[in-house]
């Protein structure tokens, strides 16, 4: 696919290895893999496709045309230490889900030069990290994610950490008339996230790591069902509330 080859070049990650104890790592006992991570977006466990019509927990039909998150502070653990990265990517995995086809391969990307080993866990960030926050686009080498201006909101001091959007038929016509563009923003709508996985990496050898995304999850669910209707639109401070339950949404989402 396409996109996913492009993002292959864009997104290469070369990790660093700590260890949790007092000495240095011998890093000459093993060498180094690499890892092919593969997000996958699902809604209501199928495979996302952009422009297809989904239910809303309510009931209400709805498109999907953009699902982007910066993702930051990517850390590989063992049980002795960790495989860490401080890049900083912007993921636009609506691009990979365009097709049925692309939605089952989902969006992938390298991680290379990760130490082998037996592998427990995996964390990363959905978001930029405070201190890069607290910087604007026009601070980064141009090679650098961090400056998209599109994705920077100069009223907040504050990167668009994620982007969900399309169009909702609220009134129930079958007609999609309201766009919907949910965006997250600020320090505190940071999400942290944490997945227990087994995996191994061997030298010289790619290990293929999927990571499933329940995307339905980030509207809530039961009588918790986000209100959509009061806030179509996320684009200023006063929303902070309506951030913050889509951020703790959006961690039920892996």
Same mark, same amino acid.
């Given at each position: 696919?396409?996109? #996913? ?16 104890? *007092?000495?240095?790592? *011998? ?49 590989? %653990? ?13 993921? %636009? ?5 365009? #097709? ?25 960030? $959905? ?19 961090? #400056? ?26 079958? $007609? ?20 227990? %996985? ?7 050898? #790619? ?26 639109? $996320? ?7 309506? $951030? ?11």
């Amino acid at each position: 696919m396409k996109n #996913t080859l492009k993002l292959f070049t864009l997104l290469l990650i070369s990790f660093t290895y700590m260890s949790c104890g *007092d000495d240095e790592p *011998d890093v000459t006992q093993n060498g180094e893999g690499n890892v092919e991570m593969a997000l996958k977006v699902n809604y209501d466990g199928a495979p996302l496709v952009l422009l297809k019509e989904y239910e809303y927990p309510d009931g209400k039909a709805l498109y999907f045309s953009k699902f982007s998150f910066y993702m930051s502070e990517l850390s590989l %653990r063992t049980e002795e230490g960790v495989a860490s990265s401080d890049a900083v990517n912007y993921l %636009r995995l609506g691009q990979a889900h365009n #097709t049925a086809a692309d939605a089952v391969e989902g969006l992938k990307f390298n991680l290379n030069g990760v130490k082998s080993a037996d592998y427990v866990n995996l964390s990363f960030g $959905i978001g930029v990290p405070a201190i890069q926050n607290a910087m604007k686009p026009a601070d980064f080498p141009s090679t650098n994610d961090l #400056t998209l201006s599109e994705e920077y909101w100069g009223n907040w001091n504050s990167y668009i950490f994620c982007k969900v959007e399309g169009v909702i038929d609220f009134d129930g016509d079958g $007609i999609p008339e309201t766009d919907f563009a949910l965006h997250l923003g600020a320090d505190e709508a940071f999400v942290d996230i944490e997945l227990d %996985r087994d995996f191994v990496v061997n030298d010289n050898k #790619t290990t293929e790591l999927i990571i499933p995304i329940e995307l339905k999850n980030f509207f809530g669910s039961g009588s918790n069902i986000f209100d959509i209707e009061a806030n179509p639109k $996320i684009h200023t401070l006063s929303q902070s509330a309506a $951030i913050a339950e889509l951020a703790v949404n959006l961690k039920t989402c892996f």
